[in-house]
């Protein structure tokens, strides 16, 4: 039989944390039933929900709460288990661990005490997201939840504003329309962006709308519509550098130069105005020192 412990380097345990599925039941891996299987303990963020997909695939492994509300005392529970050579597997309500879902404190905990912590990856909502939204690069920021408060809510968004990453983010579906609002004052009604619902479940919807349409489709039948998990992809914007004429770039930067600006702000004044590159503005403030 395979033992799922052959990587230990000491008496403790082992803590796994397993991705579970985040609709469709399908969407496990083999290691992670394996897992899930043989470990001691199962922490999971609801046991009637995860009894469902245990009993599905046959695990009959005893399982303990470890939500937001408990995390910290269960947390110290928990490692005296590992310390004592028990292996226990974290999951949550879908997903994986820790990703906007309790998680942190037992792992951070479990790597003080030189526990070691071994990921069982799979289904991740955020991956299947930008992954499914054309929008696939190195770039971009996931930030969880955005805070109910509403002024925490604007400044985040702000603070993300015309970068050049994506940014992704979780709605609940009482909140998707005033977000959308927001989003309208801080861009504008024809910024696109992509909203995906309920991935890998029958109602399955990955689209890219405007902000203006988005919220004309979510005001039709809302209802039907604002029901489930939403993913919220806003594209980064993409620098088109050589359609700007140099000439005008140049006669921004001699006008800041001849109003006595400093070089720095002169800098970022540029760069915010063009959409611009740093690193572009600076070779062209060079060539004008120069003539």
């Not at 005296?80 to 309500?93: F, P, R």
């Not at 526990?115 to 955020?126: D, E, F, H, W």
Request: aromatic share 10%; with cysteine; hydrophobic share 35%.
């Amino acid at each position: 039989m395979h033992n799922i412990d052959q990587k230990k380097h000491n008496n403790y345990g082992i803590l796994y944390v397993v991705a579970t599925p985040i609709g469709n039941i399908n969407d496990i891996t083999y290691r992670a039933i394996d897992v899930l299987s043989k470990v001691h303990l199962i922490a999971t963020e609801d046991t009637r929900h995860s009894k469902k997909i245990l009993n599905f695939y046959g695990i009959k492994t005893k399982q303990i709460s470890y939500h937001k509300y408990n995390e910290l005392e269960r947390s110290k529970y928990l490692i005296d288990l590992l310390v004592k050579g028990e292996s226990i597997a974290i999951i949550s309500d879908a997903g994986t661990p820790s990703i906007s879902d309790p998680g942190d404190i037992l792992i951070s905990a479990a790597h003080k005490k030189n526990i070691m912590v071994s990921p069982v990856p799979g289904a991740s909502s955020v991956i299947s997201a930008i992954s499914s939204s054309g929008q696939a690069s190195n770039d971009f920021k996931f930030i969880g939840f955005l805070p109910k408060k509403i002024s925490q809510k604007i400044n985040i968004l702000k603070k993300n504003n015309n970068n050049n990453y994506s940014l992704i983010f979780f709605e609940s579906p009482n909140r998707v329309l005033s977000t959308l609002e927001e989003l309208k004052n801080i861009y504008n009604g024809d910024k696109e962006l992509i909203i995906a619902r309920e991935i890998t479940k029958i109602y399955e919807d990955i689209n890219i709308r405007s902000v203006n349409d988005w919220i004309e489709y979510y005001n039709f039948n809302e209802n039907e519509k604002l029901k489930g998990e939403f993913v919220f992809i806003i594209p980064k914007i993409e620098v088109i550098e050589n359609k700007i004429p140099d000439n005008e770039v140049e006669d921004f930067i001699k006008l800041l130069l001849e109003n006595d600006i400093s070089y720095n702000i002169s800098v970022k004044v540029t760069c915010k105005h063009f959409n611009i590159k740093k690193n572009v503005i600076y070779k062209k403030y060079m060539n004008l020192a120069k003539k």
